[in-house]
């Protein structure tokens, strides 16, 4: 009903966690989610995996053999804060009235994020996601692929 009220085709991603080796089944049933029948289906053009922020190698092969056939893209992502967490609703408040917090915080170096582009893309991954910020523009010249990435760690001595 949307594409026809839009006029064009209306793409849709999934996002889940749990990319290394999972195959869709079990876990996301539990929540409603049956993403394999989905991708099989034709209904999701994007499948997002998200992983933790300490894992940079990723099993994308189950995933692959899930997609195998399809035109869905495998993406994967992770958390740009390394440290931290979400506001509590009494640090909302407190900064609200203006009060200064210590708060810890961490996030991805563009570095980092080569390391996982040079990961994800070796294993098959169609590209990235990001979530909770994306590194800066220098981040975005060079994961868009896995030459651009590998030059940017060898400059960098990594």
């Not at 009903?1 to 849709?12: D, M, P």
């Not at 993403?35 to 499948?47: F, P, R």
């Not at 495998?74 to 640090?91: A, F, M, R």
């Amino acid at each position: 009903k949307a594409e026809k009220s839009l006029g064009h085709r209306v793409a849709l991603s999934v996002k889940i966690g749990g990319g290394g080796g999972y195959t869709g089944k079990g876990k996301h049933l539990q929540y409603g989610l049956d993403v394999e029948t989905w991708i099989k289906e034709g209904l999701v053009d994007i499948l997002v995996l998200v992983q933790d922020s300490n894992q940079i190698d990723v099993d994308l092969s189950s995933w692959q053999r899930v997609t195998a056939g399809t035109s869905c893209k495998i993406v994967c992502g992770t958390d740009n804060i390394t440290k931290g967490h979400d506001l509590t609703p009494q640090e909302d408040a407190a900064l609200a009235r203006g009060e200064k917090l210590n708060l810890e915080s961490g996030s991805q170096s563009t570095v980092d994020y080569c390391k996982r582009a040079v990961s994800w893309y070796t294993a098959g991954a169609d590209g990235f996601h990001f979530f909770n910020g994306w590194g800066g523009p220098d981040t975005l010249h060079v994961i868009g692929s896995l030459a651009k990435a590998k030059a940017y760690l060898a400059q960098h001595g990594q």
